[in-house]
């Protein structure tokens, strides 16, 4: 089953992508108990954990929410949203906004999951590296994050760049790990329920630590 996992991502989806993966996305995004009949023959959904993907929370990770809410409330600590987004032009017709933020007990590796699903209907960049989507292990020491480079899938742990003002050694996690990171980390993955600002990030060396799904290598 795992262990609690949380989620954030923001991907954009080609305008034209198919019907059948947006209704897919649509139940995901809401609360409907009735599922589909059938489901798409990937890896993604050969577990439960598809249902709960967008949707799920739990007191694990608070994505700046209220410390002071009611314990029983968490209806706070996850929210998903799935809009066209239309553009300004006649031959630009837009496209695909899902956005969200959850926790369930999974894997960092079921957000590679769903991306490697959604990988054909992403909308093409021109930037460097897009981040796509960051999650946390709860017994990790560092948030996995699954991002595009040169178009092709990547995912990989967040290394940092040197800051020499960094506390030698804090606590973080469940697991009682600990890393010099703990500040950097709380305010790019816990403390909003925005994407991480990546300005501090070490991309050539997460490239090098990158596992890439084949099918996505032009």
């Known amino acids: 089953m795992g262990d609690y996992t949380g ?30 009949p059938t ?21 694990y990770f ?14 706070d600590l996850s929210g998903a949203q799935l ?21 369930t007990k999974g894997t960092t590796e079921d957000l590679y999951l769903l991306l490697q ?17 960051v999650a946390m292990f709860e017994y990790a020491e560092r948030p996995t994050a699954s991002f595009l480079h040169q178009g092709i899938l990547h995912e990989a742990t967040v290394v ?13 996690g469940f697991g009682g790990h600990t890393t010099p990171d703990y500040y950097r980390i709380r305010r790019d993955f816990c403390d909003t329920k925005d994407l991480p600002n990546t300005n501090d990030w070490d991309w050539p060396a997460m490239i090098a630590l990158a596992r890439i799904y084949p099918s996505t290598e032009k």
């Open 83 to 103: 809009e066209l987004v239309q553009r300004q032009t006649s031959t630009d017709v837009g496209f695909w906004h899902l956005s969200f933020y959850s926790s």
């Open 7 to 36: 989620y954030k991502a923001n991907i954009r989806l080609r305008a034209d992508t198919p019907s059948d993966v947006m209704d897919m996305l649509h139940w995901m995004c809401s609360r409907d108990e009735n599922e589909p």
């Open 160 to 172: 940092y760049r040197p800051d020499p003002d960094a506390e030698e050694e804090c606590g973080f």
């Open 117 to 133: 699903w959604l990988f054909p209907y992403l909308l093409p960049t021109t930037e460097q590296y897009r981040l796509l989507g």
């Open 62 to 75: 608070n994505y700046g929410a209220s410390r002071d809410r009611d314990e029983d409330d968490y209806e």
């Open 39 to 59: 489901f798409p023959d990937y890896a993604f959904f050969q577990t439960y954990r598809h249902s709960s993907m967008f949707l799920g929370c739990s007191a």
